[in-house]
């Protein structure tokens, strides 16, 4: 459910060479750079890096970095990483930023899959040269770093479900909700980051049945900063990731003065995966589409980029 597709009578060669010519010619000639990495998937991309490194004896991340700027150098530059070195170059950046980026953190751990926090970690520590769990521990802190080094294990339950302790779990969940001890918050965070998503489902309809109320918003009541906030995307992520992304780029869009940084990050990473279904939870959602949304505030070749990568339709100017 991705908008970007690979290409069919994909040449990487031909591809490296009119980057080539765009890039080293006189003036950087930004659209031939948007016709081609908007539209290839991310394997076709690094073929395509790996013949223009053939071609010119020369590093095809190193020559958009020095021949662009601003955000639409981010985005030509994200649509370089595979999926896992994206996700762990953008958690680098959260951590050793001059503030820490904590809702970039929360947006990346909470909705990866084992396998993809697995293969993050390996990206990391490559890149790095170190552990991204040690990281996290030194950076952040209390409770919202418990839950985030949790998430990090990538050791949540795959498949398994068990109706009979799910109204026993739903219960402690319920308690912590009321008690708000250390205990009771690490009894929390240990089943959300833990438990297989069937067996969540069961849990928060369990939950439901309990207290009347729903899980989310028990945790909105209940607790409050980073750490509410974690473990609310990771309630999202489990009922449904394409809304959970919708919302946070209409919150990116709308209620921090268009956060490029948020906006660029969550297109590239899902631009594979389900963008198509955040498109359309975000239409349903919010009346107006995410196509429209980003014509209204981004401009010139930025725009143009992330509008590529979006991929609307005529209706949804």
């Given at each position: 459910?991705?908008?970007?597709?690979?290409?069919?009578?994909?040449?990487?060669?031909?591809?490296a060479q009119l980057l080539g010519g765009a890039l080293q010619g006189i003036g950087c000639e930004k659209d031939v750079l948007i016709d081609i990495l908007t539209q290839r998937c991310n394997s076709q991309r690094?073929?395509?890096a790996e013949a223009y490194r053939d071609m010119y004896s020369r590093d095809l991340i190193t020559d958009l970095k020095e021949n662009l700027s601003h955000h639409f150098?981010?985005?030509?530059?994200?649509?370089?990483y595979p999926p896992a070195s994206y996700d762990a170059h953008e958690i680098w950046h959260a951590l050793k930023g001059i503030d820490i980026e904590e809702k970039c953190l929360i947006d990346i751990l909470a909705s990866r899959s084992n396998m993809e926090i697995f293969q993050m970690k390996e990206a990391y520590l490559m890149q790095y040269n170190t552990d991204l769990q040690q990281e996290i521990d030194s950076e952040t802190s209390g409770h919202f770093r418990d839950t985030l080094m949790n998430l990090a294990q990538g050791t949540r339950m795959e498949g398994y479900a068990d109706p009979s302790t799910a109204a026993q779990d739903a219960m402690i969940l319920w308690e912590a909700c009321q008690q708000k001890t250390g205990e009771h918050k690490n009894m929390l965070q240990m089943i959300l980051c833990n438990r297989s998503h069937q067996q969540l489902w069961m849990v928060f309809q369990e939950f439901q049945n309990i207290s009347g109320q729903d899980i989310v918003d028990a945790i909105n009541d209940c607790y409050d900063g980073y750490f509410q906030e974690l473990l609310v995307a990771i309630v999202l992520c489990i009922h449904d990731k394409p809304s959970y992304f919708a919302y946070r780029l209409y919150n990116a869009?709308?209620?921090?003065?268009?956060?490029?940084k948020?906006?660029?990050?969550?297109?590239?990473?899902?631009?594979?995966?389900?963008?198509m279904n955040i498109r359309q939870r975000y239409k349903e959602r919010y009346g107006k589409s995410l196509f429209h949304d980003i014509k209204h505030f981004a401009s010139g070749h930025y725009e143009s980029a992330l509008l590529a990568i979006c991929a609307g339709d005529t209706e949804d100017y």
């Open positions: 459910q991705g908008t970007i597709l690979p290409a069919p009578n994909f040449n990487p060669i031909m591809d690094l073929m395509i150098k981010e985005v030509m530059v994200g649509l370089m869009i709308h209620d921090f003065g268009f956060h490029n948020t906006v660029i990050r969550i297109l590239i990473a899902r631009s594979e995966i389900d963008l």
